[in-house]
T-cell receptor
């Protein structure tokens, strides 16, 4: 059974600080990785995708991938209260497998 | 971005009745649609993968006779919860995309099912 693991949190971060979210996956052959944000009662929305080892930056978000360690992370700089949500790590095989999500709470 | 329409957004039904949820890709054709279920404060759980024109592939533990999935066209997939019971109460979400290009995977707005 292919798995995607995340710490469920909650992760509390002061406003303006960097939030660091982590994810590990079990299938070494996975090639595509995604971070989604989900607000309570809403559907997930894609934040970042990453396919190659290293960092990928988009605005305040940076995704990091280490295939050797089977590890993917998301950094959120200058955290805002509106960033408070559940962040889902997802891995593509022939389908998208989601982790359980990490609840992030930005403290004003 | 592309739009996936899911309805109804909320449904309340009596135990034993069947409920149909529709998922439509409005401005693109989707070869693959996924159906997820999410209980409060829990993760998205993939129920089944639906490919246009073929039978859905169900995840382990999901009863295919209870959760009927039809993907008759490239723009429409339906999930029917048959003989619903209170334990089926959950948030059901569909997503649509094309195999091999799942970065372009779009989610419906979800259906909150409450079975009395």
């Amino acid at each position: 059974q292919k798995e995607v693991e995340q710490n469920s949190g909650p992760l509390s971060v002061p406003e303006g600080a960097i939030a660091s979210l982590n994810c590990t996956y079990s299938d070494r052959g996975s090639q595509s990785f995604f971070w989604y944000r989900q607000y309570s009662g809403k559907s997930p929305e894609l934040i970042m995708s990453i396919y190659s080892n290293g960092d990928k930056e988009d605005g305040r978000f940076t995704a990091q991938l280490n295939k050797a360690s089977q590890y993917v992370s998301l950094l959120i700089r200058d955290s805002q209260p509106s960033d408070s949500a559940t962040y889902l790590c997802a891995v593509e095989d022939d389908k998208i497998i989601f982790g359980k999500g990490t609840r992030l709470h930005i403290l004003p | 971005g592309a739009v996936v329409s899911q309805h109804p957004s909320r449904v309340i039904c009596k135990s034993g009745t069947s409920v149909k949820i529709e998922c439509r890709s409005l401005d693109f054709q989707a070869t693959t649609m996924f159906w997820y279920r999410q209980f409060p404060k829990k993760s998205l759980m993939l129920m089944a993968t639906s490919n246009e024109g073929s039978k859905a592939t169900y995840e382990q533990g999901v009863e295919k006779d209870k959760f009927l999935i039809n993907h008759a066209s490239l723009t429409l997939s339906t999930l029917t919860v048959t003989s619903a019971h209170p334990e089926d109460s959950s948030f059901y979400i569909c997503s649509a995309g094309n195999r091999g290009f799942f970065e372009k995977l779009f989610f419906g707005s979800g259906t909150q099912l409450s079975v009395l």
